[in-house]
């Protein structure tokens, strides 16, 4: 196998139905594995300005369990006026991670 074959195999295994529960907003939040472009734009968002680059994340990473995006760019000014920052900061924060080795064994 090649070292290209690996990274493939690697990139299929990350899990797509990954979930958090945000009990305060009575909700859960599903990702799916985000590349390096999609992680490469939001992050150019952040270094404009964290702060709205933490609502950025949510409106294009946080789906629901169909794989559709929960948020829209009309969301933006509700989440950044309108939510708990510690909690929209930690979905937001886990939404950027990527899984490790020992999360992937466990699924």
């Given at each position: 196998?090649?070292?290209?074959d ?9 899990d797509?139905q ?11 939040i ?53 939510v ?9 924060t ?14």
């Amino acid at each position: 196998m090649s070292i290209i074959d690996n990274m493939r195999d690697h990139w299929n295994s990350l899990d797509t139905q990954n979930a958090k529960e945000v009990p305060e907003w009575k909700a859960t939040i599903y990702k799916q594995p985000m590349n390096l472009q999609q992680k490469g734009k939001l992050f150019k968002r952040m270094e404009v300005d964290p702060i709205e680059g933490l609502a950025y994340v949510l409106i294009h990473l946080a789906l629901n369990e169909k794989g559709e995006n929960l948020y829209t760019l009309e969301n933006k000014q509700f989440l950044m006026t309108r939510v708990d920052p510690d909690i929209l900061s930690d979905v937001a924060t886990w939404l950027m991670q990527t899984p490790t080795k020992k999360d992937i064994k466990k699924k």
